[in-house]
C-alpha cells in the first residue's frame, strides 16, 4: 500500500469543514481592510529564497526541498510566501500601476524538518504583504489584521511581541557589539550558534539551546542602537497599537529567522500548543525588493500557520465550527422510481439547494442511516401510495413534523 509521504497528510471531512471556515473567515477581514488575493506557484528557482531569505537561515541551509529539472534548473518548493509574492510584484511591474499594493495569500508551504505537533513538512499559511509605501500605520494595520483575526476564534492565550530591528547599518553596528560580547563565552555555546557566530550572529537569539538562552540574557539591548529615525517609527506603531486595544509586549530579543527583516518585526505566540507557540510573525522588510532585483521599494507583511491555530483552538475548545448539513435528502420507496427521484434531486440542487439520495438501490432504512449521517435538515419520501396520488411527504429531521405536498410543489420549496 502506498502511503502519504511522511510529514505530510491528507484533509478530508469532517475536518476539512474547519479549514474552509478558517479561509473562510480570513478572506472576508482581507477583504475588509482591501487586500487583493495573489496565488503564486508552488516552485521558485532555488537562488529566490537563497538571495531573498538567506543562506545563512536554517531554512535555507537545512529545510528546503530543492531539486534540477530536465531543463538544469535548481528549483525549490516554496518554504515561504514573502519572495514569492516580491518576484511576482517586481516581475509584473505593479510598482510602476499604483503606489501601494496590498496582497494576501492561503497556501501549502514545504520545509523538510522534524515532524510534531502544528508543524508538518508540508503545511499551510495565510498571510499579507503590503508594498509600496514605508508607513508605521501599516506595520500596526498588519499586527492588528493578524490580532483580529486570531481573536476571532476566541483564543485566548495570546500573547504580541513586537521589536525594531533597525536599519542595516544600525544592527551592523550591534552585530560587532554582539559578537564582542560572545568572543569570550564562544566555547560555550552550542555547535549550531558557534556557526551563526560567522554566519549571522543575530540568528543565536532564535537557539532553543537552554544553555546558550542563559548566555543570551545579558546580551546588548538591539533597541539601543537603533537610531532616532527607526526609534520614532517603533514608538508610532506602539501608539497605534494601544489605540486598536492590541496588548503587546516588547521583546528586544526578537529577531526573526529570515534575513531580510528591517525594524518593525512581530510575533503572536500561544501557550496552547506546546514548544512550537508561534502562531504568526511577520514585519518589515525595506530593502528585500532591491534586493531581489527591483527597485528601492519598502515593504511589510506577516504569516500564520493554519495547522498551529487549529492545534490552538482545539487545544482550548475556544471555537465552535459549524457542522455542515444537507439541506434535503430524497428517499426512494420504490426501486422503479430510481428516474424521478434524481430529477426531484437536480431540479432543487438546480435551485442551490444542498441535495442527494441514493445510488445504490439500498432499504428505505439504509436510506435514513444516510439522511442521518448527512445531517439532513429535510428528507423527502418519493414513492408509495402518495406518489400514486401526486403527493410527496416531507420529514423535519429536527423536529420530526411530516407533512403531504404535492408532488408538483417541489419546485417551489
Not at 531543463?71 to 509584473?92: D, F
Not at 542595516?168 to 555547535?191: A, H, M, T, W
Request: net charge neutral; charged share 25%.
Amino acid at each position: 500500500m502506498i502511503k502519504a509521504i511522511y510529514g505530510t497528510k491528507d484533509i478530508f471531512s469532517p475536518e476539512v469543514f474547519k479549514w474552509q471556515q478558517i479561509e473562510q473567515l480570513v478572506r472576508n477581514v482581507f477583504k475588509n481592510f482591501n487586500y487583493q488575493e495573489i496565488r503564486t506557484p508552488i516552485f521558485e528557482e532555488t537562488s529566490l529564497f537563497k538571495r531573498g531569505i538567506g543562506d545563512s537561515t536554517d531554512i535555507v541551509g537545512k529545510e528546503m526541498y530543492t531539486f534540477t529539472d530536465k531543463g538544469g534548473t535548481s528549483l525549490t518548493l516554496k518554504p515561504e510566501m514573502t519572495a514569492a509574492v516580491v518576484r511576482a510584484y517586481i516581475e509584473h511591474n505593479f510598482y510602476k500601476q499604483s503606489t501601494l499594493d496590498k496582497f494576501y495569500y492561503i497556501s501549502p508551504m514545504f520545509r523538510q524538518e522534524r515532524p510534531q505537533a502544528g508543524r508538518l513538512r508540508q503545511f499551510h499559511q495565510f498571510g499579507a504583504e503590503a508594498l509600496g509605501v514605508k508607513s508605521p500605520e501599516l506595520d500596526a494595520e498588519m499586527i492588528y489584521v493578524a490580532y483580529y483575526i486570531l481573536k476571532s476564534f476566541n483564543l485566548k492565550n495570546l500573547a504580541v511581541k513586537i521589536n525594531s530591528l533597525g536599519k542595516n547599518k544600525e544592527r551592523e553596528i550591534f552585530k560587532n557589539e554582539l559578537k564582542q560580547y560572545l568572543s569570550s563565552k564562544l566555547n560555550l555555546l552550542s555547535e549550531d550558534s558557534k556557526k551563526r557566530f560567522e554566519t549571522n550572529v543575530l540568528r543565536i537569539f532564535d537557539s532553543k539551546d537552554p544553555n546558550d538562552i542563559e548566555i543570551m540574557q545579558n546580551a546588548p539591548n538591539l533597541l539601543e542602537y537603533i537610531d532616532e529615525e527607526s526609534r520614532k517609527h517603533f514608538e508610532q506603531v506602539q501608539k497605534l497599537l494601544n489605540l486598536l486595544n492590541v496588548p503587546f509586549e516588547i521583546d528586544h530579543k526578537l529577531v526573526r529567522g529570515l534575513d531580510y527583516y528591517t525594524e518593525t518585526t512581530f510575533e503572536i505566540t500561544s501557550s496552547s500548543v506546546g514548544s512550537q507557540s508561534a502562531l504568526c510573525g511577520g514585519g518589515r522588510y525595506d530593502g528585500l525588493v532591491s534586493q531581489l532585483g527591483g527597485p528601492e521599494i519598502p515593504g511589510v507583511g506577516f504569516a500564520a500557520g493554519i495547522e498551529r491555530i487549529l492545534l490552538a483552538i482545539e487545544n482550548e475548545k475556544s471555537y465552535e465550527f459549524s457542522i455542515p448539513c444537507l439541506d434535503y435528502y430524497i428517499v426512494r420507496l420504490d426501486n422503479n422510481l430510481i428516474d424521478k427521484v434524481y430529477y426531484y434531486t437536480t431540479l432543487l440542487r438546480n435551485k442551490n439547494y444542498t441535495v442527494d439520495c441514493d445510488y445504490s438501490n439500498r432499504s428505505v432504512k439504509a436510506q435514513m442511516r444516510e439522511a442521518n449521517k448527512a445531517n439532513a435538515n429535510y428528507v423527502i419520501f418519493i414513492g408509495g401510495e402518495e406518489f400514486t396520488n401526486g403527493q410527496c411527504s416531507i420529514k423535519n429531521m429536527k423536529t420530526g413534523e411530516q407533512k403531504l405536498i404535492p408532488l408538483d410543489e417541489i419546485q417551489y420549496l
